[in-house]
């Protein structure tokens, strides 16, 4: 009986692991960067991720701030769990940014580790 219940316990955890969420920047170096460098400001196009991206839950706040540019003036902010489009990646000072789009296509710029992709 303690046997089958382990079983169950490990096959739900492996499922949810699976086809949970997954940190961007995890999904960048192993997929998209296939461990390479990421040059600092250079411009890389993502490709291929519409609408499977969302803000990252955060207990120390409900919103980000979204910037008209890395390091520039802040545009607009987004809720947690909010859905979005990752378009482009640039390394500034030794952080990554990513380039975002809503489903309102509201475009702006966000720090990578605020945001989360679905496997």
Same mark, same amino acid.
């Given at each position: 009986m303690v046997k089958k219940i382990f079983y169950l316990l490990f096959f739900v955890l492996f499922v949810s692991c699976k086809y949970g969420f997954i940190k961007f920047?995890?999904?960048?170096?192993?997929?998209?960067?296939?461990?390479? +460098? %990421?040059?600092?400001?250079?411009?890389?196009?993502?490709?291929?991720? #519409?609408? @499977?991206?969302?803000?990252?839950?955060?207990?120390?706040?409900?919103?980000?701030?979204?910037?008209?540019?890395p390091n520039g003036k802040r545009i607009f902010f987004l809720k947690y769990w909010t859905r979005i489009i990752?378009? +482009? %990646?640039?390394?500034?000072?030794?952080?990554?940014?990513?380039?975002? #789009?809503? @489903?309102?296509?509201?475009?702006?710029w966000v720090n990578s580790c605020f945001i989360e992709l679905h496997r």
């Open positions: 920047d995890e999904y960048m170096e192993n997929n998209i960067f296939n461990d390479k +460098e %990421i040059l600092e400001n250079e411009f890389y196009e993502i490709q291929d991720l #519409e609408y @499977k991206a969302r803000m990252m839950y955060q207990e120390g706040g409900t919103t980000y701030n979204i910037y008209d540019n990752p378009i +482009e %990646i640039i390394k500034k000072n030794g952080s990554t940014w990513v380039k975002i #789009e809503t @489903k309102e296509h509201n475009r702006g």
